[in-house]
């Protein structure tokens, strides 16, 4: 199950805190377990998460799919269940991903890398919303209304993924010179 994995991929694991020294009551501070990893680490660990999110990308149109040859009756339970399983492996991967740009652009003082971090997240969002406007507009109640509008909103998903594709590939680039 997607949540399963993103969650269990993008555990943050906690630590006690020292009670003593701070005087509160202990409380679990977060580790973030790429701290200490090298860029090399960091820049895989974005790829994995993006290989994540492809899954997740095709688990959603394979529930749309689903959704629309179910019916009438159409079963939306299941489909807005699949929905949920995926917005949270996005919220994780999205979580993730934030924390992996935050890092390069503070301790790392690797602004160009978080610049590319932040613009594959920016694309992710935008690719994200055009998928849902499209699987709406593909609903059986809203079918035949702009076949136009159904074509640029593909062709913005085909160029989001380029330019997606794009900035991994930068990523990667410059995260070897950065080394």
């Not at 749309?64 to 917005?87: A, I, K, M, W």
């Not at 594959?120 to 935008?126: A, F, R």
């Not at 993924?161 to 070897?176: N, P």
Request: no cysteine; hydrophobic share 40%.
């Amino acid at each position: 199950m997607i949540i399963t994995e993103a969650a269990a991929e993008s555990a943050v694991p906690a630590v006690p805190g020292d009670a003593e020294t701070t005087g509160a009551p202990e409380r679990e501070q977060l580790v973030w377990p790429w701290k200490d990893a090298a860029i090399r680490a960091l820049v895989q660990r974005i790829h994995q998460l993006q290989a994540e999110r492809a899954q997740a990308f095709r688990r959603l149109e394979e529930g749309h799919r689903q959704y629309l040859s179910n019916g009438p009756p159409y079963d939306f339970p299941r489909y807005r269940s699949t929905v949920h399983e995926v917005t949270q492996a996005f919220a994780a991967a999205s979580q993730e991903v934030l924390a992996v740009e935050a890092e390069l652009a503070g301790p790392r003082a690797q602004p160009l890398l978080a610049s590319h971090v932040r613009r594959l997240q920016q694309l992710e969002e935008t690719r994200l919303a055009t998928v849902a406007l499209l699987q709406l507009m593909g609903t059986p109640e809203l079918t035949g209304q702009d076949n136009l509008q159904m074509h640029q909103l593909k062709m913005k998903v085909i160029k989001t993924m380029e330019a997606i594709s794009e900035v991994l590939q930068d990523l990667r680039f410059d995260a070897e010179s950065a080394e």
